[in-house]
Protein backbone atom coordinates (compact mmCIF):
# COMPACT_ATOMS: atom_id res chain seq x y z
CA UNK A 1 0.00 0.00 0.00
CA UNK A 2 1.37 3.41 -1.28
CA UNK A 3 -0.14 6.40 -0.91
CA UNK A 4 0.58 10.43 -0.81
CA UNK A 5 -1.05 12.62 1.53
CA UNK A 6 -1.53 16.59 1.38
CA UNK A 7 -2.04 19.12 4.62
CA UNK A 8 -1.71 22.98 4.48
CA UNK A 9 -4.70 24.29 2.36
CA UNK A 10 -6.73 26.52 4.31
CA UNK A 11 -8.66 30.00 3.47
CA UNK A 12 -6.19 33.34 3.27
CA UNK A 13 -6.79 36.36 2.15
CA UNK A 14 -5.48 38.39 -1.67
CA UNK A 15 -2.01 38.59 -1.39
CA UNK A 16 -1.12 36.49 1.50
CA UNK A 17 0.98 33.14 1.38
CA UNK A 18 -0.11 29.44 2.17
CA UNK A 19 2.94 26.37 2.33
CA UNK A 20 1.08 23.00 1.08
CA UNK A 21 3.22 19.75 2.34
CA UNK A 22 2.82 16.29 0.82
CA UNK A 23 4.29 13.44 2.06
CA UNK A 24 4.33 10.17 -0.01
CA UNK A 25 4.17 6.84 2.30
CA UNK A 26 4.20 3.01 2.19
CA UNK A 27 6.95 0.35 0.43
CA UNK A 28 8.68 1.74 -2.03
CA UNK A 29 12.36 2.18 -3.19
CA UNK A 30 12.19 6.17 -3.92
CA UNK A 31 10.25 8.86 -5.40
CA UNK A 32 10.96 9.82 -9.13
CA UNK A 33 9.19 13.06 -9.77
CA UNK A 34 6.77 14.91 -7.40
CA UNK A 35 4.00 17.39 -8.72
CA UNK A 36 1.70 20.00 -7.70
CA UNK A 37 -1.75 20.42 -9.85
CA UNK A 38 -5.03 22.16 -9.05
CA UNK A 39 -8.41 21.82 -10.28
CA UNK A 40 -11.35 25.32 -9.64
CA UNK A 41 -14.97 24.60 -9.56
CA UNK A 42 -15.80 24.17 -13.46
CA UNK A 43 -11.82 23.42 -14.87
CA UNK A 44 -9.92 20.99 -16.01
CA UNK A 45 -6.89 20.08 -13.10
CA UNK A 46 -4.14 21.59 -14.44
CA UNK A 47 -0.49 21.48 -13.39
CA UNK A 48 0.84 23.97 -11.24
CA UNK A 49 5.02 23.06 -10.89
CA UNK A 50 6.74 19.65 -11.07
CA UNK A 51 10.63 18.87 -9.60
CA UNK A 52 12.73 15.87 -10.02
CA UNK A 53 14.74 13.95 -7.76
CA UNK A 54 17.48 16.27 -8.36
CA UNK A 55 15.81 18.95 -7.77
CA UNK A 56 14.82 20.28 -11.44
CA UNK A 57 11.85 22.65 -11.34
CA UNK A 58 9.00 23.43 -14.05
CA UNK A 59 6.15 25.85 -13.22
CA UNK A 60 2.71 27.09 -14.83
CA UNK A 61 3.22 30.48 -16.13
CA UNK A 62 0.38 31.95 -13.93
CA UNK A 63 2.49 31.00 -10.83
CA UNK A 64 6.00 31.53 -11.48
CA UNK A 65 7.58 34.01 -9.59
CA UNK A 66 4.95 33.50 -6.37
CA UNK A 67 5.03 29.74 -5.97
CA UNK A 68 7.96 28.02 -5.16
CA UNK A 69 8.52 23.88 -5.03
CA UNK A 70 11.37 22.16 -3.10
CA UNK A 71 11.57 18.57 -1.75
CA UNK A 72 13.25 16.30 1.20
CA UNK A 73 14.12 12.63 -0.23
CA UNK A 74 15.01 11.81 3.07
CA UNK A 75 11.27 12.32 4.33
CA UNK A 76 9.98 11.70 0.83
CA UNK A 77 8.03 15.33 0.89
CA UNK A 78 7.60 17.23 -1.51
CA UNK A 79 6.48 20.97 -0.88
CA UNK A 80 4.45 24.48 -2.52
CA UNK A 81 5.19 27.58 -0.84
CA UNK A 82 2.59 29.91 -2.41
CA UNK A 83 3.31 33.86 -1.72
CA UNK A 84 1.75 36.69 -3.39
CA UNK A 85 -1.60 34.29 -3.49
CA UNK A 86 -4.80 36.05 -5.51
CA UNK A 87 -8.52 34.77 -5.98
CA UNK A 88 -7.90 33.04 -9.14
CA UNK A 89 -5.62 30.63 -7.16
CA UNK A 90 -8.53 29.12 -5.23
CA UNK A 91 -8.43 25.31 -6.50
CA UNK A 92 -8.35 21.98 -4.76
CA UNK A 93 -4.36 21.28 -5.10
CA UNK A 94 -3.23 17.45 -5.77
CA UNK A 95 -0.11 16.02 -5.00
CA UNK A 96 1.57 13.47 -7.33
CA UNK A 97 4.41 10.96 -7.13
CA UNK A 98 6.27 8.55 -9.05
CA UNK A 99 6.80 6.23 -6.82
CA UNK A 100 9.98 3.57 -7.73
CA UNK A 101 8.33 0.13 -6.22
CA UNK A 102 10.94 -2.95 -5.12
CA UNK A 103 9.09 -5.32 -7.09
CA UNK A 104 9.09 -3.11 -10.32
CA UNK A 105 7.72 -0.13 -11.85
CA UNK A 106 6.68 2.71 -11.03
CA UNK A 107 3.49 3.45 -9.41
CA UNK A 108 1.81 6.97 -10.03
CA UNK A 109 0.11 8.12 -6.77
CA UNK A 110 -2.72 11.08 -6.05
CA UNK A 111 -3.63 12.63 -2.99
CA UNK A 112 -6.90 13.10 -1.88
CA UNK A 113 -6.55 16.74 -2.38
CA UNK A 114 -5.94 20.04 -0.50
CA UNK A 115 -8.78 23.31 -0.51
CA UNK A 116 -6.97 26.59 -1.04
CA UNK A 117 -9.38 29.85 -0.35
CA UNK A 118 -7.98 33.03 -1.68
CA UNK A 119 -10.72 35.64 -0.83
CA UNK A 120 -10.80 39.04 -2.47
Known amino acids: QVQVVESGGGLVQDGGSLRLSCVASGIFFSVNAMGWYRQAPGKQRELVAT???????TYAGSVKGRFTISRDNAKNTVYLQMNSLKPEDTAVYYCNAALVLYIGGVRECWGQGTQVTVSS
Open 51 to 57: ITRGGST
